[in-house]
């Protein structure tokens, strides 16, 4: 089946503009997470979404960084007046629920120039 | 104290070399735990989970110490193409997300 796809695969910006990215999981797929990861680094947790619980944002390093979901559909993870140090990896992971497997997609290589 | 630990690496190392990577999490009361693998600028993707009894896939081998709070990933006859990073994965008992650690780099040399 289709595995969890990201949009899009690059995205090349100028400082001060806002950005948005994709994500679709796999359907059925309650857990949608957001992670960041900066060449060379682990991964930085963002932001997970349980179903139609409140979002555990405990993740975003700041206000400009923002993100939704539909039901248990697609999320966007927005991020206002880009700075060069948000150029990095975004990834986004589906899960059956909290505490399984994470599946990933291919990733969004932001790079704010 | 980082919730997981890893030695970063990299461990450079010959095929068919036998190599164990180690993980210290701090959380005790943690549940579910999982080593993943992430290729250069690749995704990551599930290696295996990690049982408390122990468990084999293959040439990998990954153990659980509770009482230590460690787990460990096994990696014998290592082949060219296991040269990756290798991340632990730790359900950190917050309820909410799996914690990932920064990963241990190996490169398996001809």
């Known amino acids: 089946g289709a595995g969890v796809s990201q949009s899009p695969s690059n995205k090349v910006t100028e400082k001060g503009k806002d950005v948005e990215l994709r994500c679709d999981p796999i359907s059925g797929h309650t857990a949608l997470y957001w992670y960041r990861q900066r060449l060379g680094q682990g991964l930085e947790f963002l932001i997970y979404?349980?179903?139609?619980?409140?979002?555990?944002k405990s993740g975003l390093p700041s206000d400009r960084f923002s993100a939704e979901r539909t039901g248990e559909s697609v999320s966007t993870l927005t991020i206002q007046r880009t700075q060069q140090e948000d150029s990095a990896v975004y990834l986004c992971?589906?899960?059956?629920?909290?505490?399984?497997?994470?599946?990933f997609g291919p990733g969004t290589r932001l790079t704010v120039t | 104290r980082k919730e997981v630990e890893q030695d970063p690496g990299p461990f450079n190392v010959p095929e068919g070399a036998t190599v164990a990577f180690n993980c210290t999490y701090s959380n005790s009361a943690s549940q579910s735990f999982f080593w993943y693998r992430q290729d250069c600028r690749k995704e990551p993707k599930l290696l295996m989970s990690v049982y408390s009894s122990g468990n084999e896939d293959g040439r990998f081998t990954a153990q659980l110490n509770r009482a230590s709070q460690y787990i460990s990933l096994l990696i014998r006859d290592s082949k060219l193409s296991d040269s990756a990073t290798y991340l632990c994965v730790v359900n950190a008992g917050s309820a909410r997300q799996l914690t990932f650690g920064s990963g241990t780099q190996l490169t398996v040399l001809p």
């Open positions: 979404f349980q179903g139609n619980s409140a979002p555990d």
């Open positions: 992971a589906s899960s059956p629920g909290q505490g399984f497997q994470q599946y």
